[in-house]
C-alpha cells in the first residue's frame, strides 16, 4: 500500500505570508496526486489535480508542483479563507485512494 | 449546479447495519464513478468504497471488505452503502464523492455513529 506523509502537521501563519506544504508518498506515484482544502465542518474542496493543475475556480495564489514522491502545495499570499486543513490525496494505486494525514493552518 | 445529498446516517449499536444514500443531481450521474470517502471524528480522510458507472466494477479499503457493499440506481441518480457488522471504528462523517481519480464533488457528509 502506498503511504501519504504530509509535513508540516499544523503551521502558524499570517495574512500575506507564503505557505508551503510538503507531501511524500512511500513509492513513485509519477503526477497521481491531488490537494483538498477542508474547513471545520464542511466537505473538502478539491484544489489542485495531477500535482500541479489548477481546478476550476481556484484562486491563483494556489499552485502545486513535484512527481514521484516530493510534492508541494504553495499559498502565495496567505487570505484570511484560506486557514483550514489540507490533504494530499494519491491516485496512482487507482481504484484505492490514500489521503495524507491534512496540515491545519492557523492564525499566527 | 452539482449537488450531492447524503442520508441515512446514525446511531447504531455494534454489530448493527445501516444503508447510507447519495442524491445526485446537476450531472449526468450515469457517466461518473462515484465514491464513500469518511472521517473519523477529528480525524484525516479515509476512502471507504468506489464504484464504475454502470456498477460493474467495485472497490473497498480492506478495513470494509466483506462488510460494506456499495452500490448505484442510475435510473434514480442515487449511490448506497449498505454497512453491516458495524463496529466502533467505523464511526465518522460519511461523504459521498463524484469523479474518477480525484474527486471533485463532495457532499456535505452524514455522520454515523456506533455506540452501545
Known amino acids: 500500500d502506498i503511504q501519504m506523509t504530509q509535513s508540516p502537521s499544523s503551521v502558524s501563519a499570517s495574512v500575506g505570508d507564503r505557505v508551503t506544504i510538503t507531501c511524500r508518498a512511500s513509492q513513485g506515484i509519477s503526477s497521481w496526486l491531488a490537494w483538498y482544502q477542508q474547513k471545520p465542518g464542511k466537505a473538502p474542496k478539491l484544489l489542485i489535480y495531477a500535482a500541479s493543475s489548477l481546478q476550476s475556480g481556484v484562486p491563483s495564489r494556489f499552485s502545486g508542483s513535484g512527481s514521484g514522491t516530493d510534492f508541494t502545495l504553495t499559498i502565495s499570499s496567505l487570505q484570511p479563507e484560506d486557514f483550514a486543513t489540507y490533504y494530499c490525496?494519491?491516485?496512482?494505486?487507482?481504484?484505492?485512494?490514500?489521503f495524507g494525514g491534512g496540515t491545519k493552518v492557523e492564525i499566527k | 449546479e452539482v449537488q450531492l445529498v447524503e442520508s441515512g446516517g446514525g446511531l447504531v449499536q455494534p454489530g448493527g447495519s445501516l444503508r447510507l444514500s447519495c442524491a445526485a443531481s446537476?450531472?449526468?450521474?450515469?457517466?461518473?464513478?462515484m465514491s464513500w470517502v469518511r472521517q473519523a471524528p477529528g480525524k484525516g480522510l479515509e476512502w471507504v468504497a468506489n464504484?464504475?458507472?454502470?456498477?460493474?466494477?467495485?472497490y473497498y479499503v480492506d478495513s470494509v471488505k466483506g462488510r460494506f457493499t456499495i452500490s448505484r440506481d442510475n435510473a434514480k441518480n442515487s449511490l448506497y452503502l449498505q454497512m453491516n457488522s458495524l463496529r466502533a471504528e467505523d464511526t465518522a462523517v460519511y461523504y459521498c464523492?463524484?469523479?474518477?481519480?480525484?474527486?471533485?464533488?463532495w457532499g456535505q457528509g452524514t455522520l454515523v455513529t456506533v455506540s452501545s
Open positions: 446537476g450531472f449526468t450521474f450515469s457517466s461518473y464513478w
Open positions: 490525496q494519491q491516485a496512482n494505486s487507482f481504484p484505492a485512494l490514500t
Open positions: 464504484i464504475k458507472q454502470d456498477g460493474s466494477e467495485k
Open positions: 464523492a463524484r469523479g474518477r481519480l480525484f474527486p471533485m464533488d
